[in-house]
């Protein structure tokens, strides 16, 4: 239903204006029509094409699938530098697996992926976790790239950018 509404109140009056100009255009020859015929027909590829630019990145599991870091330039300061070298996680197939230099250890903990709408994961293992993955992830997707927020008790919210 919305798509005929779209095709009977947007494009079908455009075409009709459009078709009429290049009419008009072609009778009279008048330079300022040539310029609104070009207007009408370049206005809605710059409008897709910005729509287009300003549109968030849709990661594939390829994409999501690696290394990432803390992401100093949310937070930048000392504290940032030092959870970038205390801190790695990787996301894999099966696990997802934080470093922490901290205390030595590595923490992996079973994932599932889900493919609707796009690409995300989440963490099925109940026991203990570290703390950076207590909860589960958030992805904030931007036009040119993609970042994960964990909450932890310990440090509030962490950003993580693939490396």
């Known amino acids: 239903m ?32 040539g310029f609104l015929l070009v207007f009408l027909v370049c206005f809605p ?4 094409t910005l729509g287009w630019l300003a549109s968030p990145t849709k990661p594939s599991k390829t994409d999501i699938i690696g290394r990432y870091e803390i992401d100093r330039s949310r937070y930048p300061g000392k504290q940032a530098d030092w959870q970038n070298a205390t801190y790695t996680l990787e ?5 997802v697996i934080v470093r922490d ?28 976790r570290h703390h950076l993955i207590a909860e589960g992830p958030a992805i904030y997707r931007e036009p040119f790239g993609y ?9 509030g ?3 993580f950018k693939k490396k």
């Open 147 to 155: 970042y994960y927020v964990f909450h932890s008790p310990l440090y």
């Open 45 to 48: 590829v710059a409008l897709a």
């Open 91 to 95: 996301i894999r197939d099966t696990h």
């Open 157 to 159: 919210d962490v950003f």
């Open 2 to 33: 919305g798509g005929i509404f779209f095709f009977v109140i947007i494009v079908l009056p455009y075409l009709l204006l459009t078709g009429g100009v290049l009419v008009i255009y072609l009778v009279k020859r008048k330079r300022a029509l």
């Open 101 to 128: 230099a901290r205390t030595k250890k590595i923490w992996s903990s079973s994932i599932v992926w889900f493919v609707e709408p796009e690409y995300r994961w989440n963490i099925t293992d109940t026991g203990k």
